[in-house]
């Protein structure tokens, strides 16, 4: 899927030339440039993320528009409450929630919502008209607000974001673990081209006519490019995933990347490992405690391999792990809803942000260094020793991702 002219020219150009390629690249394949002018803001986890979304939609003055995998609620009942006072002084409000996402809340919510003037659209409805789409899911966790502000990333509207134990005290599942995310705010001109991304949504999804017109570029507010990159499967272009592997092919000095859900493609883990072999230290954190096991058994089917080629992979501890990341080179970074999985390349709608930024990337390997400081890392030599049921398990659940 990388072309070897590409791979070629990462492992011959200097880090400057190197940075510039990579960024040619990716603007060939999202067919879009990046754009520069924006002010980037790393949110760590649901409550810094909630309070940047509920300071955004009180500031917004035109248009609030979220899309968002999960929409429960108990949480999304705070936020309904939040969109129905912009819609009531005259904001245009669109809310897009995915079918099976957001399969546990209440419909009377959404009607709640409808009833108030805020349009509300239900992507891939449950049901037997819809049985071929069920795999299709919408992913993203996209709020944009007047074309100017976008915030997203991995964080859901969702109660599990509180990020506080059970408070009876119950352990060894999910629900008694506060879940780890990440999103990123940003304010500039490249907010109109996530704008597009959820017209494009609503458009697809024949959710009715919206009376504003495409968005303009906002109003520089910093110095960071950015390139919005939506992934797609209904146009049979895995954007995202070509761009990483794009930035895996030509990394000359580390990787790091953060999965909330890890069963990787070949080619992903071929590149991996090739990076590795090369002398890029790759660096990959992974959840310990999930809401699927059978996506941790997928995950860990590959670990032998991974390690045999050099790269490292860390365990973390006390918490369901949810950000989906990527740093390169100390230097280009990735923030968005795509997991290192099966589902994310061939099903999923999502969205990343790209963003060749080197101080945003000195946050962003900050943050990595702390969930490492709170991961196990896997031994080699005891990971070979494991019990053939575990394996077998592996093996198993692996089969299953790619098909389910």
Do not use: C
């Not at 272009?237 to 069963?263: D, E, M, N």
């Not at 072999?277 to 391999?305: F, N, Q, T």
């Amino acid at each position: 899927m990388v072309d070897d002219d590409i791979a070629r020219a990462g492992r011959t150009a200097d880090t400057g030339r190197t940075l510039e390629l990579m960024r040619q690249q990716m603007e060939r394949i999202a067919r879009r440039p990046f754009i520069g002018g924006n002010a980037v803001e790393l949110l760590r986890n649901g409550p810094q993320t909630y309070a940047a979304m509920t300071a955004a939609i009180k500031a917004a003055t035109r248009r609030i528009d979220r899309e968002s995998y999960t929409f429960d609620t108990a949480e999304g009942g705070t936020f309904a409450e939040l969109l129905l006072a912009k819609r009531a002084q005259g904001l245009d409000v669109n809310l897009i929630y995915d079918a099976w996402g957001s399969l546990g809340a209440s419909p009377a919510l959404f009607e709640r919502l409808r009833q108030g003037g805020v349009r509300v659209l239900e992507v891939h409805p449950l049901g037997p008209v819809h049985a071929l789409d069920f795999n299709r899911r919408d992913h993203r966790k996209l709020l944009v607000i007047d074309a100017s502000v976008v915030i997203m990333g991995g964080v859901n509207i969702s109660e599990v974001y509180e990020n506080r134990r059970d408070p009876t005290g119950r352990t060894g599942g999910p629900n008694a673990l506060p879940w780890r995310d990440t999103d990123v705010r940003i304010e500039g001109p490249a907010a109109a081209d996530f704008e597009r991304t959820f017209l494009s949504t609503w458009q697809r999804q024949k959710g009715g006519a919206i009376a504003d017109p495409p968005p303009t570029p906002a109003a520089r507010h910093g110095d960071a490019w950015v390139l919005a990159v939506a992934g797609d499967p209904n146009n049979q272009r895995p954007l995202i995933y070509r761009t990483l592997l794009v930035a895996i092919t030509l990394a000359r000095s580390s990787i790091r990347l953060t999965t909330g859900f890890f069963a990787p493609p070949p080619d992903l883990l071929h590149a991996l490992e090739r990076a590795a072999r090369r002398g890029v230290d790759v660096r990959i954190i992974v959840p310990a405690h999930s809401a699927s096991a059978l996506a941790i058994a997928a995950g860990r089917a590959d670990y032998e391999d991974l390690m045999e080629a050099g790269v490292h992979i860390f365990e973390r501890q006390d918490v369901v792990l949810h950000a989906k990341t990527a740093v390169i080179d100390g230097a280009w970074s990735a923030v968005g809803s795509s997991n290192l999985d099966w589902r994310s390349v061939i099903f999923n709608d999502e969205s990343d942000a790209l963003i060749p930024d080197t101080a945003f990337a000195q946050k962003m390997e900050s943050m990595f260094a702390g969930d490492v400081a709170a991961s196990r890392e896997i031994n080699a030599r005891q990971w070979a020793r494991r019990p053939l049921a575990e394996r077998l398990d592996e093996w198993w659940a692996k089969l299953v991702q790619m098909f389910l």
